[in-house]
Nanobody
Framework: EVQLVESGGGLVQAGGSLRLSCAASVFTVDDYVIGWFRQAPGKEREGVSCIRPDDGTTDYVDSVKGRFTIASDNAKNMVYLQMNNLKPEDTAVYYC??????????????????WGQGTQATVSS
């Protein structure tokens, strides 16, 4: 069974950093696009970033450009989201998801067949 497991969330002050990890099992990440999404209480789910590991294609939502970096370690079958200069509005549950069509479209949630359970990131002001 395909499985994605997120880790690395926590509580950090504004301006701090967190690195989220997404571990994939059963499939290899470079056969998919891996996306990071987030959902804050009372808000809609939002696509944050995606990566196509086999060619390095990435995309980011405008609000995180210059602060977040997505990367993959194909040997470890992992995808990471480095989040720097965090802001209170980044507080959310962060999910990673896999798209077997490899389209890397942040607004098309239906592209992503497999989802993790999420990890909470909280940024205090």
């Amino acid at each position: 069974e395909v499985q994605l497991v997120e880790s690395g969330g926590g509580l950090v002050q504004a301006g701090g950093s967190l690195r989220l990890s997404c571990a994939a099992s059963v499939f290899t990440v470079d056969d998919y696009v891996i996306g990071w999404f987030r959902q804050a209480p009372g808000k809609e789910r939002e696509g944050v970033s995606c990566i196509r590991p086999d060619d390095g294609t990435t995309d980011y939502v405008d609000s995180v450009k210059g602060r977040f970096t997505i990367a993959s370690d194909n040997a470890k079958n992992m995808v990471y989201l480095q989040m720097n200069n965090l802001k209170p509005e980044d507080t959310a549950v962060y999910y990673c998801a896999a798209d077997e069509r490899r389209l890397c479209r942040l607004k098309m949630f239906s592209d992503y067949m497999y989802w993790g359970q999420g990890t909470q990131a909280t940024v205090s002001s």
